[in-house]
């Protein structure tokens, strides 16, 4: 067992080391997210700057305008681990705190992930999902489904 364990970890470090080198490079990613389990479900329209640290950490703030009677915004900021997967292919695990008005201000926690893939030199599809767990007692979690495109500079 330990074995299996130490050739996995061998093979996800040697993807990493593998990637494209992304450090200090800045990437704009206007998206559109779906924002459930709030009672109807919310369009929200927005934009993030992604932030490369390192090859593999990355931070992402954002903010997005929720589309609802009761217009609203939602503001986040994330950090993210990136697991490159091929040329193309990044999938990352997501953490982050995020803050909003739906129905009144509260702030919470982003818990989630996503993927993605390179469509031309500067250009990415980006999708994901994650939960918001809110430090509100009296409004559910919501959860949000997000898709994308990133324009890497």
């Not at 050739?7 to 800045?26: E, P, V, Y």
């Not at 997501?94 to 818990?111: E, F, P, Q, R, Y």
């Not at 030199?121 to 979690?141: C, H, V």
């Amino acid at each position: 067992m330990k074995k299996i364990i130490l050739a996995i970890a061998i093979m996800l470090c040697s993807t990493s080391i593998a990637s494209a080198q992304d450090a200090g490079k800045w990437a704009i990613v206007p998206k559109m997210s779906i924002y459930t389990n709030v009672g109807d479900a919310v369009v929200g329209l927005g934009a993030s700057g992604r932030y490369s640290i390192t090859d593999n950490w990355r931070i992402e703030p954002a903010i997005a305008a929720l589309l609802h009677r009761d217009c609203s915004i939602d503001v986040s900021c994330d950090a993210q681990y990136l697991f490159h997967i091929g040329d193309a292919w990044a999938i990352y695990p997501s953490v982050g705190l995020t803050t909003n008005d739906i129905g009144k201000w509260a702030v919470g926690l982003n818990v989630g992930g996503g993927f993605d893939f390179r469509v031309a030199n500067n250009w990415d599809i980006t999708a994901g999902l994650k939960w918001q767990p809110m430090f509100d007692d009296r409004r559910t979690n919501p959860v949000v489904i997000m898709v994308g495109g990133a324009y890497r500079f």
